[in-house]
């Protein structure tokens, strides 16, 4: 089963888009997901917790029951495998990104909307838009998810970016309070 690339959360979307630099591939079945997962979090409770589900169904899960591909379990347990894979494996995949230039291009489909001096998008428009962001977003937004940056932060610091590299003009960026991406249906970066 192949892993989708793009995600509806910046997060999620930053550990796919780590997913390329692997150099290995991940647990595949739902079971050696688990078992992964179990070693890096302090307890069954924890992670349970994390996946939004119960113990007991981590534990039928771990006595051969395979959740269903549409189950969300099954997404839950993909998307935490991503999240913990590799982790040495990401910070130097970022550190080479960073040090050659640090460019990352952002693809998203989105309610995107803006708030300047001279006024503001009370109707944020749906847009699909690819732009290449520099220097130093990208650096901000791997800080980010390297402190575990709870998602709203993460969807700032993106709309910052966005901001500098979307509203850009003459050289010059235009005068803008706020860049707010809302509903995102589609979000994927290269790096």
């Known amino acids: 089963m192949p892993i989708t690339l793009y995600a509806d959360t910046v997060e999620e979307a930053l550990d796919r888009a780590d997913s390329r630099h ?4 991940a647990p595949r079945s739902a079971r050696s997901q688990l078992r992964f997962l179990l070693k890096h979090h302090a307890t069954a409770e924890a992670l349970a917790a ?3 589900v119960s113990a007991t169904v981590l534990q039928e899960v771990l006595a051969s029951h395979r959740p269903q591909t549409d189950d969300p379990l099954h997404r839950a347990l993909e998307r935490e495998t991503i999240r913990c894979w590799q982790p040495r494996v990401r910070h130097s995949a970022h550190r080479t990104i960073l040090d050659q230039g640090g460019l990352m291009t952002v693809s998203f489909r989105a309610w995107f909307g803006f708030t300047s001096a001279a006024g503001s998008t009370d109707d944020p428009r749906l847009r699909f838009l690819t732009l290449s962001l520099r220097e130093p977003h990208p650096e ?3 800080a980010a998810r390297h402190r575990a ?3 709203s932060e993460l969807n700032k610091t993106l709309g910052e970016a966005l901001a500098s590299c979307y509203f850009h003009r003459s050289g010059r960026p235009a005068a803008l309070e706020e860049v707010t991406l809302q509903q995102i249906d589609y979000l994927e970066f290269y790096y």
């Open 140 to 142: 901000h937004l791997f």
């Open 149 to 151: 940056a709870p998602e």
């Open 50 to 52: 994390r996946l939004s």
């Open 22 to 25: 692997w150099t290995r591939p």
